[in-house]
């Protein structure tokens, strides 16, 4: 089994900023990547951005690249997400999600390439 904990939502004006915060406890060891997703109100929860453990490989989703960052600190079990230049249609709860074996870059842009979830947290971007 493995925890998740999101923390670093809030609210905040168009063009603003904010890290998200994801620390992992449980089973470590076995996380191959680990994930950001985000569901809008009345929306399918969506792939944000991806990055496996050594850190080595990142993916986002079109719409996000070039503002969010995604970044891990495996010492701390922990996974960030950096948004800058928010925008109202990032309003979202934000959660984050971990893979346990190596998957290819196709299923780690799904929900079904992640074995945990995390309770997530409120990102709220007014105009």
């Known amino acids: 089994q493995v925890q998740l904990v999101e923390s670093g939502g809030g609210l905040v004006q168009a063009g603003g900023s904010l890290r998200l915060s994801c620390v992992a406890s449980?089973?470590?060891?076995?996380?191959?990547?680990m994930g950001w997703f985000r569901q809008a109100p009345g929306k399918e929860r969506e792939f944000v951005a991806a990055?496996?453990?050594?850190?080595?490989?990142?993916y986002y989703t079109d719409s996000v690249k070039g503002r969010f960052t995604i970044s891990r600190d495996n010492a701390k079990n922990t996974v960030y997400l950096q948004l800058i230049s928010l925008k109202p249609e990032d309003t979202a709860v934000y959660y984050c999600?971990?893979?346990?074996?190596?998957?290819?870059?196709?299923?780690?842009?799904?929900?079904?390439?992640?074995?945990?979830w995390g309770q997530g947290t409120q990102v709220t971007v007014s105009s």
């Open positions: 999600a971990t893979a346990h074996t190596p998957r290819g870059t196709v299923i780690l842009r799904s929900k079904r390439g992640y074995d945990y």
């Open positions: 449980g089973r470590t060891f076995s996380i191959y990547a």
């Open positions: 990055i496996t453990r050594s850190g080595g490989s990142t």
